[in-house]
C-alpha cells in the first residue's frame, strides 16, 4: 500500500526541489560533435505503474493532517487506477528505451545499451563508479553516453474538479565517454506541466481528446487512458533524436534487431 504513496510522495518532492536549484542545461553542438557517432544508451529505472496527482488541492492547505489526507487519497487513487492499466502490460520505460534505440539507429548512430542501477527520477551523480562496472564495461565502449531517466507516468488534474490530463517527466544528459564532458542536457514534459521554477522544461502538449473529466472516466477504456500516455513517447523521442542529429551520420530507413552485448546499426 504504502509503495505507491512513497512514489507519489517522491514525485512531488522532486518537483518542488528543482525550482530552487540549479539546472544543469547544455543544447547539443552539432557541429562541434560530429565525431559522435556510437552512443550508449543507459536505460532508464523501471517504472512501476501508473500514477494520480491532484494539483492545487484544498486539503494541502491544513498543514500536516492535511497533507497526510492527501497523500493517502492520492496512492489510494494511483492504486485504483494502476490495477485497472495493469492487465494492458504497458511500460513506459521499456517503451521509451525501445524506440530511442530504434529512432537514434535509423538516424546513423551504432547504439549500445547498459543497465546501471541508480536513484529512481536522478541521473547518474558518480560516473567513476559507472566507468569501474565490469559488467556493462563492452556496452561503454562508444564515443558518448546517454543518460536517461523518468517517472512512473501519471495522470494530473489542475484542482479537484479540473480534468485529468496525461503527464511524462523526462530529463537526458548526454557526456563524452573519454572524460565525461557534458554535451546535452535538457528536460521535458509531456502533457501535464508542473511549475517548476528554475527547469525551464521543453513542453509538449497532449491531444485533447486525452482529457477525462474523473476517475471513472480514466478507467471506463483503459485502451484510450494509455494512449493518452503513450503517444507521448514517440513525441518526446523524436524531439531528442532530432536534437542530437548532426551531418556525420549516416541516416537510414530500417532498423536491424539488436543484438545483445552488441552495437546495433544501420546498413
Known amino acids: 500500500m504504502f509503495k505507491r504513496l512513497r512514489l507519489v510522495s517522491c514525485s512531488l518532492i522532486l518537483l518542488l526541489a ?44 491544513f498543514g500536516l493532517i492535511g497533507a497526510t489526507a492527501y497523500a493517502i487519497e492520492m496512492q489510494s487513487k494511483s492504486k485504483s487506477l494502476d490495477e485497472s492499466m495493469k492487465p494492458l502490460g504497458w511500460s513506459l520505460t521499456q517503451s521509451l528505451t525501445e524506440q530511442l534505440e530504434s529512432e537514434f539507429v ?14 529512481k527520477m536522478a541521473l547518474i551523480k558518480d560516473y567513476k563508479s559507472l566507468r569501474d562496472n565490469a559488467s556493462i564495461k563492452d556496452s561503454l565502449a562508444t564515443d558518448a ?7 512512473d507516468p501519471l495522470y494530473v488534474a489542475n484542482s479537484p474538479t479540473a480534468d485529468y490530463l496525461p503527464s511524462i517527466g523526462l530529463t537526458v544528459r548526454l557526456v563524452s565517454s573519454g572524460d565525461q564532458a557534458l554535451l ?28 477525462f473529466a474523473n476517475m471513472d472516466a480514466l478507467k471506463r477504456d483503459t485502451k484510450v487512458t494509455l494512449a493518452g500516455v503513450a503517444e507521448g513517447v514517440p513525441l518526446l523521442v523524436r524531439r531528442i533524436v532530432d536534437d542530437m542529429t548532426h551531418e556525420g551520420l549516416s541516416p537510414a530507413s530500417t532498423a536491424q534487431p539488436r543484438a545483445e552485448g552488441k552495437e546495433t546499426t544501420q546498413k
Open 18 to 61: 528543482v525550482g530552487c536549484a540549479t539546472i544543469e542545461k547544455q543544447a547539443f553542438n552539432k557541429n562541434a560533435n560530429k565525431s559522435i557517432k556510437s552512443i550508449t544508451l543507459i536505460e532508464p529505472t523501471p517504472s512501476e505503474g501508473f500514477g494520480v496527482l491532484v494539483q492545487n488541492h484544498p486539503g494541502l492547505s
Open 145 to 151: 553516453w546517454l543518460d536517461v531517466q523518468t517517472r
Open 106 to 119: 535509423k538516424a546513423g548512430y551504432a547504439v549500445r545499451r547498459a543497465k546501471f542501477d541508480r536513484e
Open 184 to 211: 546535452y542536457r535538457e528536460d521535458f514534459f509531456y502533457g501535464y506541466s508542473f511549475r517548476t521554477g528554475k527547469l525551464e522544461p521543453i513542453v509538449i502538449a497532449s491531444d485533447s481528446k486525452y482529457r
